[in-house]
C-alpha cells in the first residue's frame, strides 16, 4: 500500500503539524518534534497479547486513526511511508538496542531507524525509541554533538559500525549500534514477531511508554511513573493501583486503550505478584 494524500493529510493532523510540507530539512525537524509527543510510545498489544500488524493498512488504523501508539516497528514503518509519500529517498536500516547495558553487549537486530537523502547528506530520523527517541533529524556525521528541542545527540563510528547517542547531564548513553545494511520488510516481519510474541521478550512482561513533551519526557515503566525535566531531575513515584495506571496512559499518554478490561486484568495481577 502506497500512502495517498489523504493518508499523508491524516498523518499530519494527528502529529499537530500545519505548516508547510515538502521533502526537505524542515519538514524532517517539523516531524521528528511532533510525531513521538502525538503518537507516543506503547508496547500494549503485546503486553494484552494481542498481534502487531505492520501492514501500512493497519499502521494507519492503529497509529493515525486510532487513538494508539506503537513501538519502533510500527512507528518508524507508518513515518517511513509517510516520507516517501512526501518524496524523500528514505533507506530502512535496523539497530542493535543497548539502552541502559553495556554498549558491547550483543543483542539481536531488533530496532528500526530510517535513513534519509538531502540533497546536503544523509540524515538519521527515528520516532520509535522510547524514553530517548530524539526530536530531531540527526545529520549522519560522526563525532559532532547535535542540539535536539531535548538533550543533544552524536553519533560515534568504529569503522562499519555506528552508535547512537544521548547526553543525560554530563554522560554520553549509547541508545543503539547499527550500520547501514538496507533492510528488507522480511527483516522487520522476522524481528517484530520475535519482539512481540518470544517469551523473552521484555514488552510481553511489563509497560513501556514514553512521550516527549515540551521541556520534558514522561515515561512509564510497569508501575512505575517517571517525569524528566531537561533542566532538572527526574521525578518518579509508583502507581499502586490498576485504575490510576489506566487513567495515566488515557490522560498524560492521551492513547486509547484497545481491551480496558483485559488491561486491568493484567495489571492487578502483576500488581499482585509484586506485593
Same mark, same amino acid.
Given at each position: 500500500?502506497?500512502?495517498?494524500? =489523504?493518508?499523508?493529510?491524516?498523518?499530519? =493532523?494527528?502529529?499537530?503539524?500545519?505548516?508547510?510540507?515538502?521533502?526537505?530539512? =524542515? $519538514?524532517?525537524?517539523?516531524?521528528?518534534?511532533?510525531?513521538?509527543? !502525538?503518537?507516543?510510545?506503547?508496547? #500494549?498489544?503485546? %503486553?494484552?497479547?494481542?498481534?502487531?500488524?505492520?501492514?501500512?493498512?493497519?499502521?494507519?488504523?492503529? @497509529?493515525?486513526?486510532?487513538? &494508539?501508539?506503537?513501538?519502533?516497528?510500527?512507528?518508524?514503518?507508518? #513515518?517511513? &511511508?509517510?516520507?516517501?509519500? /512526501?518524496?524523500?529517498?528514505?533507506?530502512?536500516?535496523?539497530? +542493535?538496542?543497548?539502552?541502559?547495558?553495556?554498549?558491547?553487549?550483543?543483542? !539481536?537486530?531488533?530496532?528500526?531507524?530510517?535513513?534519509?537523502? #538531502?540533497?546536503?547528506?544523509?540524515?538519521?530520523?527515528?520516532?520509535?525509541?522510547?524514553?530517548?527517541?530524539?526530536?530531531? !533529524?540527526?545529520? @549522519? /556525521?560522526?563525532?559532532?554533538?547535535?542540539?535536539?528541542?531535548?538533550?543533544?545527540?552524536?553519533?560515534?563510528?568504529?569503522?562499519?559500525?555506528? +552508535?547512537?547517542?544521548?547526553?543525560?547531564?554530563?554522560?554520553?548513553? $549509547?541508545?543503539?549500534?547499527?550500520?547501514?545494511?538496507?533492510?528488507?520488510?522480511?527483516?522487520?516481519?522476522?524481528?517484530?514477531? %520475535?519482539?512481540?510474541?518470544?517469551?523473552?521478550?521484555?514488552?510481553?512482561?511489563? @509497560?513501556?511508554?514514553?512521550?516527549? @513533551?515540551?521541556?520534558?519526557? /514522561?515515561?512509564?515503566?510497569?508501575?512505575? #511513573?517517571?517525569?524528566?525535566?531537561?533542566?532538572?531531575?527526574?521525578?518518579? +513515584?509508583?502507581?499502586?493501583?490498576?485504575?490510576?495506571?489506566?487513567?495515566?496512559?488515557?490522560?498524560?499518554?492521551?492513547?486509547? /486503550?484497545?481491551?480496558?478490561?483485559?488491561?486491568?486484568?493484567?495489571?492487578? !495481577?502483576?500488581?499482585?505478584?509484586?506485593?
Amino acid at each position: 500500500m502506497t500512502l495517498g494524500p =489523504a493518508d499523508v493529510d491524516a498523518y499530519f =493532523a494527528r502529529i499537530g503539524w500545519t505548516g508547510p510540507v515538502a521533502a526537505d530539512r =524542515a $519538514t524532517l525537524d517539523a516531524i521528528a518534534a511532533h510525531h513521538p509527543a !502525538a503518537i507516543p510510545f506503547e508496547n #500494549l498489544d503485546p %503486553y494484552l497479547d494481542r498481534p502487531v500488524d505492520l501492514a501500512p493498512e493497519a499502521l494507519m488504523a492503529k @497509529l493515525v486513526h486510532g487513538g &494508539r501508539g506503537g513501538y519502533c516497528f510500527e512507528q518508524n514503518g507508518l #513515518l517511513r &511511508r509517510v516520507l516517501e509519500a /512526501i518524496g524523500f529517498a528514505v533507506t530502512p536500516l535496523s539497530g +542493535r538496542v543497548v539502552w541502559n547495558m553495556d554498549p558491547e553487549t550483543v543483542t !539481536a537486530r531488533t530496532h528500526m531507524v530510517l535513513r534519509v537523502d #538531502l540533497p546536503d547528506g544523509p540524515v538519521l530520523i527515528d520516532s520509535g525509541f522510547g524514553s530517548a527517541v530524539p526530536t530531531g !533529524a540527526l545529520d @549522519l /556525521i560522526p563525532d559532532i554533538e547535535q542540539p535536539t528541542p531535548h538533550e543533544p545527540f552524536r553519533f560515534v563510528r568504529n569503522g562499519e559500525e555506528w +552508535r547512537a547517542q544521548i547526553r543525560i547531564g554530563s554522560e554520553w548513553r $549509547t541508545t543503539y549500534r547499527f550500520d547501514l545494511s538496507p533492510q528488507q520488510e522480511i527483516d522487520y516481519l522476522v524481528a517484530n514477531w %520475535y519482539t512481540s510474541t518470544h517469551p523473552s521478550s521484555h514488552f510481553r512482561h511489563g @509497560l513501556t511508554l514514553a512521550r516527549p @513533551l515540551a521541556g520534558r519526557r /514522561i515515561s512509564l515503566r510497569g508501575n512505575e #511513573l517517571a517525569l524528566r525535566a531537561l533542566d532538572g531531575p527526574s521525578e518518579r +513515584r509508583d502507581l499502586t493501583d490498576a485504575e490510576e495506571i489506566a487513567a495515566v496512559i488515557e490522560g498524560d499518554f492521551g492513547i486509547r /486503550i484497545p481491551d480496558r478490561p483485559a488491561l486491568l486484568a493484567r495489571l492487578r !495481577a502483576s500488581l499482585a505478584d509484586a506485593r
